[in-house]
């Protein structure tokens, strides 16, 4: 669609807590759109078949709304813990390729955002709310890492958040954010 729809991303939710195989299939399906964007080595058992299809891939442009579109939806599971962060556990952040990091940077800023959704309504911050999506990769030493490093180096400069009056809140909030997780 043109524009993002959040609807989406309630059924999603309403499906992950319905039954646990649907967890496992929008993250195959995350995977699939990281190896559709050239991320060869993100998933399991479909990274052989993509290294053969690689050829194929890089000739594709996924278009930025589509980008833009995925980020939001799986920024929302994440933050409402209809999936977890440890989705990402095959992805090497440190050696992403543009468009990639573009969705990366479009889905921990939303992430953040949507994490004080409801703090926001009471008029303050929350940083336990992003502390503990961000803690549920704490186990997982590599992914830490590399959640760190991403943040650090690229979400920090906010320059993909949207245009606007808003613009300047967005990115305030989302530095506040990466310093709670780095604090974490």
């Given at each position: 669609e043109k524009i993002h729809n959040p609807y989406y991303g309630l059924i999603a939710n309403r499906l992950c807590g319905h039954n646990h195989s649907f967890k496992i299939t929008f993250q195959y399906c995350l995977w699939d759109f990281l190896r559709e964007m050239g991320e060869t080595d993100v998933g399991g058992l479909e990274k052989v078949k993509s290294l053969e299809s690689l050829r194929v891939a890089d000739s594709l442009v996924v278009p930025l709304?589509?980008?833009?579109?995925?980020?939001?939806?799986?920024?929302?599971?994440?933050?409402?813990?209809a999936l977890s962060l440890v989705i990402l556990k095959s992805v090497n952040f440190t050696a992403l390729r543009p468009s990639s990091r573009l969705f990366f940077q479009l889905f921990f800023g939303h992430v953040i955002m949507n994490s004080q959704t409801r703090a926001q309504v009471a008029g303050r911050r929350n940083a336990q709310a992003v502390a503990d999506v961000f803690l549920k990769v704490a186990s997982i030493p590599t992914l830490a890492q590399g959640v760190l490093f991403f943040?650090?180096?690229?979400?920090?400069k906010g320059k993909f958040l949207s245009e606007g009056p808003e613009k300047d809140k967005e990115k305030e909030l989302v530095m506040w954010g990466c310093g709670i997780v780095k604090e974490s």
């Amino acid at each position: 669609e043109k524009i993002h729809n959040p609807y989406y991303g309630l059924i999603a939710n309403r499906l992950c807590g319905h039954n646990h195989s649907f967890k496992i299939t929008f993250q195959y399906c995350l995977w699939d759109f990281l190896r559709e964007m050239g991320e060869t080595d993100v998933g399991g058992l479909e990274k052989v078949k993509s290294l053969e299809s690689l050829r194929v891939a890089d000739s594709l442009v996924v278009p930025l709304r589509r980008t833009v579109n995925l980020a939001k939806f799986y920024a929302w599971l994440v933050s409402e813990n209809a999936l977890s962060l440890v989705i990402l556990k095959s992805v090497n952040f440190t050696a992403l390729r543009p468009s990639s990091r573009l969705f990366f940077q479009l889905f921990f800023g939303h992430v953040i955002m949507n994490s004080q959704t409801r703090a926001q309504v009471a008029g303050r911050r929350n940083a336990q709310a992003v502390a503990d999506v961000f803690l549920k990769v704490a186990s997982i030493p590599t992914l830490a890492q590399g959640v760190l490093f991403f943040l650090h180096h690229f979400v920090r400069k906010g320059k993909f958040l949207s245009e606007g009056p808003e613009k300047d809140k967005e990115k305030e909030l989302v530095m506040w954010g990466c310093g709670i997780v780095k604090e974490s």
